[in-house]
């Protein structure tokens, strides 16, 4: 619309000659100017107000779709195509994805446990079914190693452990603190990648003590995994991407807040 883009442009150009090389009245723009804004107008405004509100308190991180989602779980009725185009209209923008990247080393001497779990995300109760695994986030001390186990029923993460070094210890703990938590007394499988850490003696004893299942993923196969790939991608766009730690401890703090903070405080049962 003509005004409207006079309207935008009213504080850079002189009124008088935008309205003469659009070939409109003056009288015209100001009367404009003067009607009360539309319905939808005044919709749009509230909205953005909203938006801007979730955006900010996701830490700049939402796109539209889970900008989306917060608006509806808090009663709003917005379609994503105007959530999308106001996002615009606000300059909003989410974190791209990043491509996967392979870091597991299986090449060791223990024993390979059957992939049970077959690329079945779903789980109908908590502690049915949990998926595991460790990423690395640099920092200017090196690297720090985060192994996570995630319960596919509400995809809360439910055992975390951090050290700088990838040992079993890393698993070990992540699954204690998973057991503590959640002191699971039904069958239950735990399901993995094939690394060392998680096929060692340690760890299958622990998992035996507990009479978990024990499933791994096939050779390469991160689809095997994918639900955890899912988590550490949300993880690294939302948070470690946009951050740079100086320090492991800074990013060890940095780290359980995004964990107990923000991702844990509405777990949603999400699909893959």
């Not at 039904?186 to 096929?199: I, K, N, T």
């Amino acid at each position: 619309m003509k005004y409207g883009c006079i309207a935008s442009q009213r504080d850079e150009y002189p009124v008088r000659m935008m309205c003469r090389l659009l070939e409109v009245k003056m009288s015209g723009f100001y009367a404009w100017c003067r009607r009360e804004p539309s319905r939808h107008a005044r919709d749009d405004k509230r909205l953005k107000e909203r938006i801007s509100e979730v955006h900010a308190e996701s830490g700049g991180v939402y796109g539209s779709p889970k900008v989306r989602d917060e608006l509806l779980d808090s009663g709003e009725r917005v379609g994503r195509h105007r959530v999308a185009r106001l996002m615009r209209e606000l300059g909003l923008e989410g974190c791209p994805k990043k491509r996967y990247k392979v870091t597991t080393n299986s090449d060791h001497g223990f024993a390979i446990a059957p992939n049970h779990l077959e690329q079945d995300f779903t789980a109908t109760a908590p502690n049915q079914r949990w998926v595991a695994d460790i990423t690395y986030i640099r920092t200017g001390e090196g690297w720090l190693y985060l192994a996570v186990v995630l319960d596919l029923f509400s995809r809360a993460v439910v055992g975390w452990s951090m050290s700088h070094r990838i040992t079993r210890d890393l698993v070990l703990k992540a699954l204690l603190m998973a057991l503590w938590r959640r002191n699971p007394d039904d069958e239950l499988l735990h399901h993995s990648d094939r690394g060392s850490q998680y096929a060692s003696g340690d760890f299958q004893a622990l998992l035996d003590v507990h009479g978990i299942v024990c499933s791994m993923s096939g050779t390469g196969n991160c689809y095997d995994n994918a639900a955890m790939e899912s988590f550490f991608g949300l993880l690294k766009r939302e948070r470690v991407h946009r951050r740079r730690y100086l320090t492991r401890q800074e990013a060890r703090t940095d780290l359980f807040d995004y964990i107990e903070r923000f991702y844990n405080r509405e777990p949603v049962n999400n699909s893959v």
